[in-house]
């Protein structure tokens, strides 16, 4: 079935600090992409998508790129801010009988510390 | 400039208990999701409704309930809750088109004891 693997945590890194949280995919089709974040206390908020291969999705200084030759949609961010601590989750959207269905990673927490 | 809005945030059940959760949306959005989320397993979709009167099940149906009775509402329904029902439950919603993105709520935490 269709499934979504995250690596996992917690990452802790020092502010400054490269960050990239691998995110793989299982699908019979072409799904979209993306990555939701999760501050503390709030609910999953969208931060970057891509809806097809080769995409680059891209918001506050994250990046991820749809790589369909090895199903993968990593996380990037040149320098992580404490801002940045949170939860994030990747997930795909595919047709599944007619609905579109979304399946989400187990998320990793990211810890940046001063 | 509200977007979604579940009631109650926080709530402490009885074993056997009902209760009912509460998902609101002002975007005129079609499609309203409930997950449920677990340590370690991410967000499991339970029930899910593509418009107003109708709704289907999702990864984890089974001890809840759920009715679309306004397009803007989408309730969740525990009609004996259990232990295993702890979690934190999020709401989401989504205009019907291909490709447009999922609003979610602030998420209400249950515990069952």
């Known amino acids: 079935g269709d499934s979504v693997t995250q690596m996992e945590g917690p990452v802790t890194l020092s502010e400054e600090a490269f960050l990239t949280i691998n995110c793989t995919y299982t699908?019979?089709?072409?799904?979209?992409l993306f990555w939701y974040v999760q501050y503390p206390g709030e609910g999953l908020q969208l931060l970057l998508k891509?809806?097809?291969?080769?995409d680059k999705g891209s918001n506050k200084g994250f990046e991820a790129t749809y790589r369909k030759e090895t199903t993968s949609f990593h996380l990037e961010k040149g320098s992580v801010q404490v801002s940045d601590s949170a939860v994030y989750f990747c997930?795909?959207?595919?047709?599944?009988?007619?609905?579109?269905?979304?399946?989400f990673g187990t998320g990793t927490k990211l810890q940046v510390i001063p | 400039n509200a977007g979604v809005t579940q009631t109650p945030k926080f709530r402490v059940l009885k074993t056997g208990q009902s209760m009912t959760l509460l998902c609101a949306q002002d975007?005129?959005?079609?499609?309203m999701y409930w997950y449920r989320q677990d340590p370690g397993m991410g967000l499991r979709l339970i029930h899910y409704?593509?418009?107003?009167?109708?709704?289907a099940k999702g990864e984890v149906p089974d001890g809840y309930n759920v009715s679309r009775l306004k397009k803007q509402n989408f309730l969740l329904g525990l009609e004996s809750a259990a232990p295993s029902q702890t979690s934190v439950y999020f709401c989401?919603?989504?205009?019907?088109?291909?490709?447009?993105?999922?609003?979610f709520g602030q998420g209400t935490r249950l515990t069952v004891v």
């Open positions: 989401a919603s989504r205009a019907g088109q291909s490709n447009t993105e999922a609003f």
């Open positions: 699908a019979t089709g072409y799904p979209s």
């Open positions: 891509a809806t097809k291969a080769d």
């Open positions: 997930a795909a959207r595919m047709n599944s009988g007619g609905y579109q269905k979304v399946t």
């Open positions: 975007m005129n959005h079609e499609y």
């Open positions: 409704s593509v418009g107003e009167g109708t709704t």
